[in-house]
Protein backbone atom coordinates (compact mmCIF):
# COMPACT_ATOMS: atom_id res chain seq x y z
CA UNK A 1 0.00 0.00 0.00
CA UNK A 2 1.74 3.45 -1.12
CA UNK A 3 2.34 5.77 2.29
CA UNK A 4 -0.05 8.57 0.62
CA UNK A 5 -3.22 5.60 0.84
CA UNK A 6 -2.60 5.10 4.40
CA UNK A 7 -4.24 8.57 4.85
CA UNK A 8 -7.09 7.61 2.82
CA UNK A 9 -8.63 4.42 3.23
CA UNK A 10 -9.07 1.94 6.54
CA UNK A 11 -6.26 -0.17 7.23
CA UNK A 12 -4.33 -1.91 10.09
CA UNK A 13 -1.05 -1.08 11.41
CA UNK A 14 1.92 -3.31 13.01
CA UNK A 15 3.13 -2.74 16.17
CA UNK A 16 6.51 -4.00 16.23
CA UNK A 17 7.36 -3.49 19.65
CA UNK A 18 4.06 -5.46 21.56
CA UNK A 19 3.24 -7.53 18.01
CA UNK A 20 -0.41 -5.90 18.19
CA UNK A 21 -2.40 -4.38 15.41
CA UNK A 22 -4.22 -1.41 15.22
CA UNK A 23 -7.17 -0.68 13.01
CA UNK A 24 -6.69 3.22 11.64
CA UNK A 25 -10.05 4.85 9.68
CA UNK A 26 -9.01 7.82 8.13
CA UNK A 27 -12.13 8.53 6.11
CA UNK A 28 -14.02 9.48 8.99
CA UNK A 29 -11.92 12.39 9.90
CA UNK A 30 -9.93 13.74 7.22
CA UNK A 31 -8.05 16.30 8.84
CA UNK A 32 -7.57 16.78 12.70
CA UNK A 33 -9.54 19.17 14.41
CA UNK A 34 -7.80 22.29 14.77
CA UNK A 35 -7.75 24.81 18.13
CA UNK A 36 -10.34 24.24 21.15
CA UNK A 37 -14.10 25.42 20.98
CA UNK A 38 -14.73 25.83 24.93
CA UNK A 39 -12.80 28.35 27.19
CA UNK A 40 -11.69 26.74 30.20
CA UNK A 41 -10.86 28.43 33.71
CA UNK A 42 -7.07 29.84 33.72
CA UNK A 43 -4.31 27.88 35.59
CA UNK A 44 -5.27 29.49 39.16
CA UNK A 45 -4.06 26.65 41.86
CA UNK A 46 -2.20 27.98 44.49
CA UNK A 47 1.29 27.41 45.28
CA UNK A 48 0.71 25.76 48.51
CA UNK A 49 -2.52 24.10 49.75
CA UNK A 50 -3.30 23.45 53.46
CA UNK A 51 -5.76 20.73 52.57
CA UNK A 52 -3.34 19.25 50.34
CA UNK A 53 -2.00 16.01 51.24
CA UNK A 54 1.20 15.96 49.36
CA UNK A 55 2.25 19.85 49.76
CA UNK A 56 5.54 20.34 51.92
CA UNK A 57 4.82 19.95 55.25
CA UNK A 58 1.54 18.77 55.29
CA UNK A 59 -0.19 15.75 57.35
CA UNK A 60 -0.78 12.61 54.82
CA UNK A 61 -3.98 10.52 55.12
CA UNK A 62 -1.54 7.93 56.80
CA UNK A 63 -0.51 10.37 59.75
CA UNK A 64 2.59 11.00 58.75
CA UNK A 65 4.17 14.45 57.79
CA UNK A 66 5.65 15.53 54.96
CA UNK A 67 9.24 17.08 55.24
CA UNK A 68 9.35 20.60 54.31
CA UNK A 69 11.12 19.30 50.56
CA UNK A 70 12.33 21.93 48.06
CA UNK A 71 12.82 19.92 45.29
CA UNK A 72 11.68 16.94 43.78
CA UNK A 73 10.35 14.31 46.58
CA UNK A 74 9.75 10.71 46.92
CA UNK A 75 7.93 8.08 49.52
CA UNK A 76 6.64 5.23 50.00
CA UNK A 77 2.98 5.06 49.29
CA UNK A 78 0.29 5.14 52.05
CA UNK A 79 -2.15 2.85 50.14
CA UNK A 80 0.13 0.61 48.18
CA UNK A 81 -0.80 -1.45 45.22
CA UNK A 82 1.47 -3.88 46.01
CA UNK A 83 3.22 -5.14 49.27
CA UNK A 84 7.43 -6.12 50.28
CA UNK A 85 6.06 -8.65 52.66
CA UNK A 86 2.95 -10.57 50.81
CA UNK A 87 3.62 -14.16 51.89
CA UNK A 88 4.23 -16.55 48.44
CA UNK A 89 1.08 -18.45 47.65
CA UNK A 90 -0.32 -20.23 44.55
CA UNK A 91 -4.04 -21.00 44.21
CA UNK A 92 -4.46 -23.38 41.50
CA UNK A 93 -7.41 -25.23 41.52
CA UNK A 94 -8.26 -27.17 38.38
CA UNK A 95 -8.80 -23.78 35.60
CA UNK A 96 -8.04 -21.09 38.15
CA UNK A 97 -4.66 -20.02 38.68
CA UNK A 98 -3.21 -17.58 41.18
CA UNK A 99 -0.19 -16.16 42.64
CA UNK A 100 0.87 -14.15 45.22
CA UNK A 101 2.38 -10.82 44.30
CA UNK A 102 5.33 -8.72 46.45
CA UNK A 103 6.39 -4.96 45.74
CA UNK A 104 6.97 -1.46 46.64
CA UNK A 105 4.99 1.52 45.36
CA UNK A 106 6.43 5.23 45.68
CA UNK A 107 4.76 8.50 45.02
CA UNK A 108 7.00 11.09 43.46
CA UNK A 109 6.06 15.03 44.06
CA UNK A 110 7.88 16.65 41.23
CA UNK A 111 8.33 19.95 43.23
CA UNK A 112 7.02 21.60 46.17
CA UNK A 113 5.35 24.26 44.48
CA UNK A 114 1.51 23.00 44.06
CA UNK A 115 0.39 25.12 40.63
CA UNK A 116 3.01 23.45 38.71
CA UNK A 117 3.06 20.66 35.96
CA UNK A 118 5.92 19.21 34.14
CA UNK A 119 5.06 21.93 31.43
CA UNK A 120 5.20 24.89 33.86
CA UNK A 121 8.34 23.80 35.13
CA UNK A 122 11.90 25.11 34.31
CA UNK A 123 13.76 22.35 32.52
CA UNK A 124 16.82 22.35 35.35
CA UNK A 125 13.75 21.32 38.14
CA UNK A 126 12.46 18.51 35.30
CA UNK A 127 16.20 16.72 35.55
CA UNK A 128 15.87 16.68 39.59
CA UNK A 129 13.32 14.77 38.55
CA UNK A 130 15.01 12.76 36.04
CA UNK A 131 17.39 12.25 38.50
CA UNK A 132 15.25 10.94 41.14
CA UNK A 133 13.80 8.72 38.63
CA UNK A 134 17.19 6.71 37.90
CA UNK A 135 17.79 6.71 41.80
CA UNK A 136 14.92 5.00 42.16
CA UNK A 137 15.22 2.43 39.18
CA UNK A 138 18.63 1.70 40.14
CA UNK A 139 18.17 1.44 43.86
CA UNK A 140 14.65 -0.97 43.42
CA UNK A 141 16.29 -2.42 40.32
CA UNK A 142 19.16 -3.71 42.48
CA UNK A 143 17.03 -5.82 45.01
CA UNK A 144 16.76 -9.47 44.40
CA UNK A 145 12.81 -9.44 45.49
CA UNK A 146 12.11 -6.93 42.50
CA UNK A 147 11.87 -8.42 38.64
CA UNK A 148 10.95 -4.68 37.11
CA UNK A 149 10.35 -1.05 37.87
CA UNK A 150 7.31 0.94 36.20
CA UNK A 151 7.73 4.75 36.39
CA UNK A 152 4.67 6.55 35.32
CA UNK A 153 2.96 9.54 35.81
CA UNK A 154 -1.44 9.76 35.22
CA UNK A 155 -2.09 13.61 34.72
CA UNK A 156 -5.85 15.25 35.42
CA UNK A 157 -8.20 13.91 37.31
CA UNK A 158 -10.30 12.21 34.17
CA UNK A 159 -7.18 10.22 34.41
CA UNK A 160 -7.96 9.10 37.50
CA UNK A 161 -5.65 10.92 39.80
CA UNK A 162 -6.82 11.35 42.90
CA UNK A 163 -4.92 14.42 43.85
CA UNK A 164 -4.39 17.88 41.92
CA UNK A 165 -0.13 18.38 43.26
CA UNK A 166 1.69 17.02 39.97
CA UNK A 167 3.13 14.24 41.19
CA UNK A 168 3.81 10.48 39.71
CA UNK A 169 4.12 7.02 40.59
CA UNK A 170 6.75 3.89 40.80
CA UNK A 171 5.59 0.49 41.14
CA UNK A 172 8.55 -2.15 41.67
CA UNK A 173 7.34 -5.55 41.54
CA UNK A 174 8.57 -9.18 41.43
CA UNK A 175 7.27 -9.98 38.00
CA UNK A 176 7.47 -8.64 34.62
CA UNK A 177 4.34 -7.43 33.44
CA UNK A 178 2.38 -8.42 30.36
CA UNK A 179 3.42 -5.20 28.10
CA UNK A 180 7.20 -5.20 29.03
CA UNK A 181 7.34 -8.80 28.56
CA UNK A 182 6.04 -8.36 24.66
CA UNK A 183 8.40 -5.73 24.16
CA UNK A 184 11.19 -7.80 26.06
CA UNK A 185 10.39 -10.74 23.52
CA UNK A 186 10.35 -8.33 20.27
CA UNK A 187 13.31 -6.21 20.90
CA UNK A 188 15.33 -9.48 22.24
CA UNK A 189 14.63 -11.45 19.10
CA UNK A 190 15.11 -8.53 17.02
CA UNK A 191 18.70 -7.54 18.40
CA UNK A 192 19.25 -11.81 18.43
CA UNK A 193 19.16 -11.54 14.89
CA UNK A 194 20.19 -8.22 13.55
CA UNK A 195 22.83 -7.28 16.49
CA UNK A 196 20.96 -3.78 16.47
CA UNK A 197 18.41 -2.43 18.40
CA UNK A 198 14.77 -2.46 17.09
CA UNK A 199 13.56 0.93 18.17
CA UNK A 200 17.42 2.42 17.06
CA UNK A 201 16.84 1.18 13.54
CA UNK A 202 13.24 2.18 13.62
CA UNK A 203 13.86 6.03 14.84
CA UNK A 204 16.22 5.68 12.06
CA UNK A 205 13.27 5.13 9.14
CA UNK A 206 11.61 7.86 11.01
CA UNK A 207 13.90 11.03 10.60
CA UNK A 208 14.44 9.95 7.29
CA UNK A 209 10.66 9.77 6.38
CA UNK A 210 10.06 13.00 8.56
CA UNK A 211 6.07 12.49 8.68
CA UNK A 212 5.70 11.34 12.31
CA UNK A 213 8.47 13.66 14.12
CA UNK A 214 6.87 16.05 16.27
CA UNK A 215 10.55 17.67 17.96
CA UNK A 216 14.10 16.24 18.48
CA UNK A 217 16.71 17.49 20.07
CA UNK A 218 20.73 16.65 20.05
CA UNK A 219 20.02 13.25 22.33
CA UNK A 220 16.39 12.54 22.01
CA UNK A 221 13.27 12.37 18.94
CA UNK A 222 9.35 13.08 19.95
CA UNK A 223 7.08 11.27 17.39
CA UNK A 224 4.30 10.08 17.25
CA UNK A 225 4.48 6.42 16.58
CA UNK A 226 3.17 4.48 13.25
CA UNK A 227 1.18 2.16 15.44
CA UNK A 228 -0.43 5.17 17.92
CA UNK A 229 -3.53 4.40 19.21
CA UNK A 230 -4.64 7.27 21.25
CA UNK A 231 -5.40 10.53 19.43
CA UNK A 232 -2.37 12.47 20.39
CA UNK A 233 0.14 9.64 21.40
CA UNK A 234 3.57 10.48 21.33
CA UNK A 235 6.88 8.85 22.07
CA UNK A 236 10.19 9.84 22.67
CA UNK A 237 13.33 7.97 21.92
CA UNK A 238 17.00 8.59 22.96
CA UNK A 239 19.14 8.70 19.42
CA UNK A 240 21.34 6.69 21.24
CA UNK A 241 20.44 2.73 22.34
CA UNK A 242 20.02 2.51 26.06
CA UNK A 243 18.36 -0.25 27.95
CA UNK A 244 17.31 1.84 30.64
CA UNK A 245 16.77 5.42 32.21
CA UNK A 246 20.17 4.91 34.18
CA UNK A 247 22.50 5.13 31.63
CA UNK A 248 22.35 9.02 30.67
CA UNK A 249 24.48 11.50 31.61
CA UNK A 250 24.91 15.09 31.50
CA UNK A 251 23.82 16.63 28.45
CA UNK A 252 21.40 13.65 27.85
CA UNK A 253 19.58 13.82 30.45
CA UNK A 254 19.17 17.56 30.05
CA UNK A 255 17.79 16.97 26.81
CA UNK A 256 15.49 14.24 27.99
CA UNK A 257 13.88 16.87 30.34
CA UNK A 258 14.03 19.05 27.95
CA UNK A 259 12.01 17.31 25.43
CA UNK A 260 9.43 16.28 28.47
CA UNK A 261 9.23 19.86 28.59
CA UNK A 262 8.32 20.36 25.07
CA UNK A 263 6.24 17.40 24.80
CA UNK A 264 4.12 18.47 27.68
CA UNK A 265 3.44 22.25 26.58
CA UNK A 266 3.11 21.11 23.12
CA UNK A 267 0.17 18.87 24.67
CA UNK A 268 -1.01 21.88 27.04
CA UNK A 269 -0.94 24.67 23.45
CA UNK A 270 -3.22 22.45 21.45
CA UNK A 271 -6.50 22.79 23.56
CA UNK A 272 -5.33 25.80 25.62
CA UNK A 273 -5.92 23.19 29.15
CA UNK A 274 -3.72 21.35 31.08
CA UNK A 275 -3.30 18.59 28.92
CA UNK A 276 -4.84 14.96 30.86
CA UNK A 277 -2.15 12.04 29.80
CA UNK A 278 -1.03 8.83 31.13
CA UNK A 279 2.97 8.43 30.93
CA UNK A 280 5.46 5.99 31.53
CA UNK A 281 8.84 5.15 30.92
CA UNK A 282 9.72 1.52 30.01
CA UNK A 283 13.25 -0.08 29.59
CA UNK A 284 14.77 -3.01 30.72
CA UNK A 285 13.58 -5.18 33.44
CA UNK A 286 15.56 -5.89 36.60
CA UNK A 287 15.16 -9.56 36.66
CA UNK A 288 18.98 -10.07 36.87
CA UNK A 289 19.10 -10.78 32.68
CA UNK A 290 21.32 -8.71 30.16
CA UNK A 291 18.25 -7.90 27.99
CA UNK A 292 20.74 -6.10 25.92
CA UNK A 293 18.02 -5.51 23.24
CA UNK A 294 16.07 -3.31 25.09
CA UNK A 295 15.91 0.77 24.10
CA UNK A 296 13.67 2.65 26.81
CA UNK A 297 11.53 5.08 25.41
CA UNK A 298 8.86 7.10 26.91
CA UNK A 299 5.15 6.78 25.54
CA UNK A 300 2.42 9.68 26.38
CA UNK A 301 -1.41 8.31 25.85
CA UNK A 302 -3.46 11.59 26.05
CA UNK A 303 -7.34 10.83 25.78
CA UNK A 304 -8.44 14.33 24.09
CA UNK A 305 -9.76 14.41 20.84
CA UNK A 306 -11.36 17.55 19.03
CA UNK A 307 -11.44 19.91 22.43
CA UNK A 308 -10.55 20.25 25.87
CA UNK A 309 -13.61 18.38 26.76
CA UNK A 310 -13.63 16.22 24.25
CA UNK A 311 -12.06 13.20 24.99
CA UNK A 312 -11.58 9.34 23.28
CA UNK A 313 -12.61 6.24 25.37
CA UNK A 314 -11.67 2.90 24.20
CA UNK A 315 -15.30 1.69 24.01
CA UNK A 316 -17.40 -1.15 21.84
CA UNK A 317 -14.85 -2.82 18.83
CA UNK A 318 -11.79 -1.21 20.62
CA UNK A 319 -13.10 -3.27 23.79
CA UNK A 320 -13.56 -6.15 22.32
CA UNK A 321 -11.90 -6.44 19.25
CA UNK A 322 -9.02 -4.10 18.82
CA UNK A 323 -8.08 -0.82 18.99
CA UNK A 324 -9.10 1.75 16.54
CA UNK A 325 -8.11 5.38 15.77
CA UNK A 326 -9.69 7.76 12.92
CA UNK A 327 -6.84 10.88 12.67
CA UNK A 328 -3.84 9.31 11.75
CA UNK A 329 -0.28 9.50 13.28
CA UNK A 330 1.10 11.49 10.43
CA UNK A 331 -2.29 14.29 11.00
CA UNK A 332 -1.62 13.98 14.46
CA UNK A 333 2.57 14.43 14.35
CA UNK A 334 1.78 17.73 12.00
CA UNK A 335 -0.68 19.19 14.39
CA UNK A 336 1.50 18.78 17.83
CA UNK A 337 5.05 19.62 15.52
CA UNK A 338 3.51 22.92 14.24
CA UNK A 339 2.53 24.20 18.00
CA UNK A 340 4.38 26.71 19.92
CA UNK A 341 6.71 25.41 22.78
CA UNK A 342 6.28 28.42 24.83
CA UNK A 343 3.26 27.37 27.42
CA UNK A 344 0.10 29.62 26.30
CA UNK A 345 -0.20 30.73 29.51
CA UNK A 346 2.70 32.78 29.45
CA UNK A 347 1.48 34.46 25.88
CA UNK A 348 -0.03 37.62 25.17
CA UNK A 349 -3.32 37.61 26.31
CA UNK A 350 -3.14 35.34 29.34
Avoid at 122 to 132: G, H, Q
Avoid at 179 to 205: I, M
Avoid at 265 to 284: E, V
Amino acid sequence: MAEDRLNQVPHRRYNILTGEWVLVSPHRTKRPWQGKQEKLPALDKPSYDKECYLCPGNHRASGQTNPDYKDVFSFANDFSALLPDTPKEVYNEGLLLGKSETGICKVVCFSPDHSLTLPLMEVTAIEKVVSLWQKEYTELGARTDIGHVQIFENKGAIMGCSNPHPHGQIWAQGSVPREVESKTVHQGEYWEENQRSLLGDYLEQELQLRERIVAENGHFVALVPYWAVWPYEVMIVPRRHHPDIAQMRGEEKRDFAGMIKIVTTKYDNLFGTSFPYSSGIHQRPTDGEEHAGWHFHMSFYPPLLRSATVKKFMVGYEMFASPQRDITAEQAARTLAQLPTEHYSKMDGH
